[in-house]
């Protein structure tokens, strides 16, 4: 019988994923038969997790990376999910709230079916960044975590990490920073979303996404090893005493593909991907501008603009990847696999079906 292909990444304009490196699809298939959540037992993976987050808290500017605690999660919402719950056991009320901009990404929504907290979702400002004002009146004893996204998923927006950071701290919550996207683009902008920016606690950070490692893996950081102690059980039947992480068995194929990934593309790799990226986004905003789609500025390489129902189906038709926002904007992640000439297609596409 004929092998299956996976699909081709020509057309995919809708992923947060991408193509991984050679180097990481090659330790991958090496680590395939290891298992990180039994470090005792595989104890070549432990090590190679260490050293990711080593990288990762390099990235993020965490003040001593050979310290910093974190773990190589299945993604980012794994990542989310123990952040929420990581403040959740770490706060004295009973009743805890976390307080999240309505951009924040779904697994938050999972994270407090799951922990049982009450999530208070705060609008944005007309630029889809977490207004201020309204976290500072949502926050109260009872809020355990404070949420800001560095790299949104639906406009690749980043809030104003410190000034959240600080009104979180005030009202003796913890804060998290969502960096699940724009992790590895943002070393290379003016924003300001890192553990040296603010005094952040956590951070979601995935190589499986514009890292360019094979999935699964996503990145939790934290700035102390409290944050990760407060999610550690016993783990009886293992050599090792206790496990903070969500899952048990994981793929070591995916820690060894991140420290691949990393090691092959931090920081000139990423730094490329990023100009190009963005690049590609300025180029395609433009071209969408030019035919009078209504564009919101890509801040990150992620290109969102008003679109007609009638021509997001005939694009898909054709065979584009294309995905939506929820207010139904067009939205084209610009990956490290989108290439200028995908895009040149993509706008002859569309400009066939306007003719
Ligand atoms: C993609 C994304 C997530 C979820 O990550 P998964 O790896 O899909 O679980 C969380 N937050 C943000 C901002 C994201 O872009």
Redesign the pocket.
Known sequence: MQQPEPQSFDRVLSS??TEPHPAAREAGERFLATNPGDPATYDAVASLEERAVELLATLADHPTPTEASGYV????????VQAVRSARNRHDASDVNVVVPES??F?FHKAAGLLDVELRTVPVDGDYRTRTDAVSAAVDESTALVVG?????EYGRVDPIPELTRIAHDAGARMHV?????GFILPFTGHEWSFDDAAVDTL?I?P??FGQAA??A?GLLARDAAALDALAVDTPYLETRSQATLTGTRSGAGVAGAVAAMEALWPDGYRDAVKRASGNADWLAAALADRGYDVIEPELPLVAASFPEPEFDALREVGWKISRTASGELRVVCMPHVTRGALRAFVADLDRIRA
């Open positions: 947060m994923c999660t299945s993604g980012g919402t794994e990542a989310n924040g990404h697994s996204v560095a790299g949104s998923t969502d960096a699940a996207w724009g979601t995935d499986h996404k999935v699964p996503g």
